[in-house]
C-alpha cells in the first residue's frame, strides 16, 4: 500500500483503487443492488470490513464530485478461507463499464491474495453471466464444476471457477 491506502500499482486512468472502508458501504449497497448480484446488505460488508482475511476494494474516482465526495464506481469483496481466495462479489455502475475497471479491481484482489499465501482463487458465477465469464477467463479461471440451481430470483446454476495463484507444497 502506498499513499492513504491507496492499492499500489492497481490505479486506473482517472480513478485510485483503494481499501473499502465504512463510509464507502452505502454506495456499495447501492451498486450491488443495480448490478443483479446476490444481495449482502449493508450489514454484512460491515461485519466483513473487521475481519483480518477480508480484501475489499474500490475504484474511486480521483476528481471530486461538486459534494466534494468521490464517486464509487465499483468494487470487489474477497476472502482469504483455507489457503484459497474467494471472490465474493464485484460489481461495475453500468455507466462505468468496459473501461477495464473490473479487470483493474480483480486483479488487484488476485495479487493481495497471492501476496497473503492464497493458493487458489475460487468464484461462482451464474452460468448466464458471459460478460463476467470473459472477464475471469482472461485471467486463467477455468471452469471446475456446477452447482445445479444455486442462485435465486431468477434461479439459475452456478458455474464454479478457479485459478492457480500458487504451488501446493
Ligand atoms: C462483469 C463486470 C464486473 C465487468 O466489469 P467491467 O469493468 O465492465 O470489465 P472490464 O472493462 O474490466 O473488462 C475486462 C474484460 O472482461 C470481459 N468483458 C467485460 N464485460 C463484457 C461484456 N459485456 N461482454 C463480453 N465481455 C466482457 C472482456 O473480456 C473484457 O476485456 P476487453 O474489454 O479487453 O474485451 C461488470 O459487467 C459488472 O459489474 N456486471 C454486473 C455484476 C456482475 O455480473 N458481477 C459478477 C458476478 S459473478
Known amino acids: 500500500m502506498s499513499r492513504a491506502g491507496v492499492v499500489e500499482e492497481a490505479g486506473h486512468e482517472g480513478f485510485l483503487v483503494e481499501r473499502m472502508g465504512e463510509h464507502d458501504l452505502l ?8 448490478c443483479g448480484l446476490s444481495l449482502w446488505g449493508w450489514d454484512a460488508y460491515r461485519t466483513e470490513l473487521d475481519r483480518a482475511e477480508s480484501i475489499m476494494l474500490v475504484a474511486r474516482r480521483e476528481a471530486t464530485d461538486f459534494h466534494g465526495a468521490k464517486r464509487v464506481s465499483g468494487f470487489v469483496a474477497a476472502r482469504l478461507s483455507a489457503g ?15 473501461r477495464g475497471l473490473g479487470r483493474t479491481l480483480l486483479g ?5 491474495g497471492a501476496r497473503a499465501g492464497a493458493l487458489e482463487a475460487i468464484l461462482e458465477v451464474r452460468a448466464g453471466n458471459h460478460a463476467a465469464q470473459y472477464l475471469y477467463a482472461g485471467f486463467g ?10 442462485y435465486r430470483q431468477p434461479a439459475e446454476d452456478a458455474l464454479l471457477m478457479t485459478l492457480r495463484l500458487g504451488v501446493r507444497a
Open 27 to 34: 454506495e456499495i449497497v447501492e451498486i450491488e443492488e443495480t
Open 84 to 98: 484459497d481466495l474467494h471472490i465474493n462479489n464485484i460489481g461495475i455502475r453500468e455507466e462505468a463499464r468496459r
Open 108 to 112: 488487484a484482489a488476485l495479487e493481495l
Open 141 to 150: 479461471f477455468a471452469p471446475a464444476g456446477r452447482r445445479r440451481n444455486y
